[in-house]
């Protein structure tokens, strides 16, 4: 048996490794990555301390990009929430619309409010409006249940600064700014297909109303110390737009302007997602904060509730850095990128292949990201033009497909809207598995211009 042969076969059983060490033995995911990356090294004949020394390297290489970019983004969403700009801009949107543009209104605020927050917490926190709002509007739970998390995930899986974008625009040395760029224009048209288009077409699979009465009674947020007014709508739309806009703005000047010139290094610095992110919670801090009246402990408090759930998804992002670097010391990534020029699979579709199985066998996407980035980074050696940007939405939006028991998500949807695991079936996972199957069809379409 050939040396690269042998290393192949090494890395896809490291890769098995991983998913019957979550599957089977119910390992937490930082664990059993980093026990399938330091087997790996191991069985590759790399010796213990070398093996360490690159799983540290990789751990530390994949956080210094997307750590700032998490913390900071978790900083600024827990503003949002605590200070009631989120709910702001979700009483904005809906406000007393006919009951036929719910769907279509409660779907651009989750996307909008979904951008700086883990899913998780933005969806708990819009879980009693969206009981409030069938209660009022007479409607069954899931017309407007099922659009706002279609909103929630749109931001959750194709736009940074979430933790599986991120780690791709890492993984792959992709541009923060284009990125949300070809998220959008990819994320805006699913939103709508998968949100009030999805609704509305799904509603004869929605069974039985759940009892509006036993919906879960609303967080009561603090009370400012010293109370002005409320939070500003478009204070709270800035703050929500704030970090997409300037580095949008940095990477069209970065673009356009000369290296080494002042103009170009406003431009670089807009186009930094920590800057960028770390503008926007210092405006959130003042004009959300300050500005009503809370206190500098509320606003402590308020930014850092949302970082004990982000402590398990840094550990994952560094483990999946120290595997893809073990792919690199072991030389299976430069026989992936020899290899892959004579395959005829197109390298986005790959990506998209690798992320969504690992998603259906793993759970998470996040982990299914961080396992992938290893086994797709190669493509961009073997390919000299394809955008990394696009490898990034097409990894993110595999890790999306085919929702179902074993992904914690899953069992979010089904507990607080009351459903039936079937019922959770014809919904969410249709919902999501749409999503992703249409991210990959846009992201396939945008490669022919881009």
Known sequence: MSTDLQHLLLGAAAVVVLILLI??????????????????????????????????????????STGPTIGLGTLLGGILLGSGGADRIATVFIGARPVKWIPTAIT?????????????????????????????TGTHLLYVGLPMAAGLYISHGLLPPHPSPTLAVSAY???????ILYGLMIGIPIAILSGPLLTKFASRWFGPAPDLDKGPVPETAPAPENQRRPASF?????????????????????????KGTLPY?????????????????????????????FGLGQL???????????????????????????LTATGIDKIIS????????PPLLLAWLVAALLRICLGSATVAVAAATGIVA????????????????ATASGAVMLSHVNDSGFWLFKEYFQLSVPQTFRTWTLMLSLQSLLSLGGVMLLSTFV
């Open 265 to 293: 290094s406003v431009f670089e610095a807009c186009d930094s997602s920590v800057l960028s992110l770390l503008a926007a919670v210092i405006f959130a801090f003042f004009a959300l904060g300050v500005r009503s009246g």
């Open 338 to 345: 020899d290899y892959a020029v004579d395959w005829s699979i």
């Open 173 to 179: 040395h992709a541009n923060t700014g284009l990125t």
């Open 300 to 326: 402590q408090k308020m930014a850092s509730k949302g970082l004990g759930p982000v402590g398990g998804i840094v550990l994952i992002l560094g483990a999946g850095g120290g595997l893809k670097e073990m």
């Open 23 to 64: 599957t089977k033995a119910k390992l937490h995911p930082f664990l059993a990555l980093g026990l399938a990356a330091i087997g790996l090294g191991l069985a590759a004949g790399i010796g213990p301390a070398a093996t360490v020394t690159h799983f540290q390297d990789g751990f530390g290489d994949a956080l210094k």
């Open 378 to 393: 190669p493509l961009i050696g073997a390919y000299p033009g394809l955008s990394p940007e696009l490898l990034v939405l």
């Open 108 to 136: 651009a605020a989750a996307l909008l409010i979904g951008m700086p927050h883990l899913f998780d917490v933005s969806f708990v926190m819009l879980v009693p409006l969206v009981y409030a709002v069938a209660k009022r």
């Open 234 to 258: 478009a204070l709270a739309l800035i703050t929500v737009l704030l970090p997409p806009v300037l580095m949008l703005i940095g990477t069209l000047g970065t673009s356009n302007t000369t």
